[in-house]
């Protein structure tokens, strides 16, 4: 493959504009995993390549249960993408993260059912280290950047994961709060596991919808709408101002994730393995 990208973005077809960069180009990737969420649009900022890749397809056709998040993340690997920003409409448990709030997670409670979650399998086993889901150095460079433009961002707060594609009931969401979750939603998982496992740093500009059921306010599903529209303006301010000051190379933990993870013995890992996950694993494993 030829094209190469520094960064990407992933979140909704709102976030999008081509007109935000130089030179914009539309790629397909294939991947061993099927193909992408949709074509991945790639362009220039300054001295930084760039793409986009809708989360949920265009037009959003796509549900969260239903992603192949395994593609998504694949095909940015091949690319060559050091990082991710990802975009994320959610809901609040905490009366102080209001509607149109923006947050930076730095944690994340996985409470999915049903979502193929790694790339390894076939003969091969990896047990990665996943403390901190949140790449700190992106997110702390987002968190600044949001502040500079005043924006009311919160730092920090857990993101439970939910499977969906339908909301909480109430009295899953009083649950939720009373366990101490800040922000609900549906996509940080596996998105987030298998950035790291492709060791790309990745991080979050998760933006409030609602309050979720527990609050006295019903969610609705045009109040949703209407609010994540709202905060399309502000992520995308905040996502290209925060591309003019992230170094395309890594200084953190992410770069490395897979050191020593990597539990099954090279000799014994199917060729057939080694070739499909290469992009993934030849820092580490002769082919």
């Known amino acids: 493959m030829h094209e190469k990208a520094d960064i990407a973005i992933i979140g909704g077809s709102g976030i999008y504009d081509a007109n935000l960069l130089d030179n914009v180009r539309i790629i397909d990737v294939d991947t061993p995993f099927g193909k992408p969420s949709d074509s991945i649009t790639i362009g220039e900022h300054g001295d930084k390549t760039v793409c986009f890749l809708a989360r949920h397809g265009v037009g959003h056709r796509i549900s969260p249960s ?50 193929p979650a790694t790339f390894f399998e076939g003969g091969i086993v990896v047990h990665m280290g996943f403390a901190d889901p949140f790449c700190p150095q992106t997110s702390k460079t987002i968190v600044d950047v949001a502040r500079s433009k005043d924006y009311n961002v919160k730092e920090g707060g857990t993101y439970l994961c939910m499977e969906g594609p339908q909301f909480s009931t109430r009295a899953e969401s009083r649950v939720y709060q009373a366990l101490g979750f800040d922000i609900i939603g549906m996509t940080a998982i596996p998105e987030a596991k298998l950035a790291r496992e492709a060791e790309i740093c990745y991080s979050m500009i998760a933006t409030v919808t609602d309050y979720d059921v527990w609050h006295d306010n019903d969610v609705t599903i045009e109040a949703v709408i209407e609010n994540a529209m709202k905060n399309e303006a502000a992520v995308k301010d905040i996502i290209m101002a925060a591309l003019d000051r992230l170094e395309p190379e890594q200084h953190c933990m992410c770069k490395d994730a897979l050191m020593g993870a990597i539990t099954t013995v090279p000799s014994m890992i199917p060729n057939e393995t080694k070739r499909k996950l290469s992009p993934l694993i030849r820092k580490y494993v002769d082919e």
């Open 66 to 115: 239903e992603l192949n998040s395994r593609a998504n993340i694949f095909a940015l690997k091949k690319l060559g993408v050091k990082r991710i920003i990802a975009a994320s409409a959610v809901g609040s448990l905490r009366e102080e993260f209001k509607p149109l709030d923006i947050v930076i997670p730095n944690q994340i409670f996985d409470h999915t059912k049903s979502r």
